[in-house]
């Protein structure tokens, strides 16, 4: 006599779950068969990227803060936005020291662009001399900044400096930080980490302790960040 094989209750599970994600994973990738366009055929990109482009020549606004003056400069062969800003209050004095702040950025402006070192090159030009640095971690309203907080002086002015690369929702000085936060959001969503390289000068006495300016730094990096999140990272657009 011929025994009928037994098929167990986990068996008949799996057989029941493999063919639901069968199922699924066909209807799921079905239009993009017949059109052609595979997901993983299209490079990633950025969501921001225009707003990005436009950038350099628009600048941004900081709530409660004038802006003095805006230009582009070239830094190591690269494009930057400069600006100038003062204090929007009743008691604000525009020549004060404590009462300025001059905001460099340099966005990216392809798909494939990475970030690197570019506060090196303003650095260099400016023939600044760099010390008292430290790494100053900022909560935000949105997330967590990383800074690289210091003094920069040469013969004309003294700065406290703040330095990151700003992405959504957050940011690091450190490239790599970047890097892996990019593939993340490839991996997830298909798309590009957009990217804003930051330097905040907040000019001060000369050769002032930087220790005592850390609120002052702190107050600039998150209303900068701020505005990126709302008037360059919260812009979708789907231009390439």
Request: zero cysteines.
């Amino acid at each position: 006599m011929t025994s009928t094989p037994h098929v167990s209750a986990k068996s008949w599970v799996a057989l029941t779950v493999v063919a639901i994600l069968t199922a699924f994973i066909a209807v799921t990738t079905l239009p993009d068969y017949l059109s052609g366009g595979w997901p993983w055929t299209r490079a990633p990109q950025s969501p921001h990227i225009q707003a990005l482009r436009d950038l350099r020549e628009t600048g941004i606004a900081l709530p409660g803060w004038q802006a003095v003056f805006h230009e582009q400069a070239n830094f190591g062969g690269q494009r930057w936005s400069v600006q100038q800003f003062s204090k929007q209050t009743g008691t604000a004095d525009p020549s004060a020291l404590d009462d300025q702040v001059v905001v460099l950025l340099l966005p990216q402006v392809d798909h494939t662009n990475q970030p690197e070192v570019e506060w090196i090159d303003i650095m260099g030009a400016q023939r600044w001399t760099v010390d008292s640095r430290e790494k100053l971690r900022v909560e935000t309203e949105t997330g967590t900044v990383t800074v690289n907080f210091g003094r920069a002086w040469n013969d004309q002015q003294t700065y406290a400096i703040a330095q990151w690369y700003a992405w959504p929702q957050g940011g690091h000085p450190s490239p790599s930080r970047w890097f892996w936060g990019d593939q993340l959001k490839q991996w997830q969503n298909h798309e590009r980490l957009s990217w804003v390289a930051v330097s905040a000068l907040m000019p001060v006495p000369p050769l002032s302790a930087v220790e005592g300016l850390q609120p002052r730094a702190e107050e600039a990096v998150q209303t900068i960040q701020a505005a990126l999140d709302t008037q360059i990272f919260g812009s979708l657009d789907g231009t390439s």
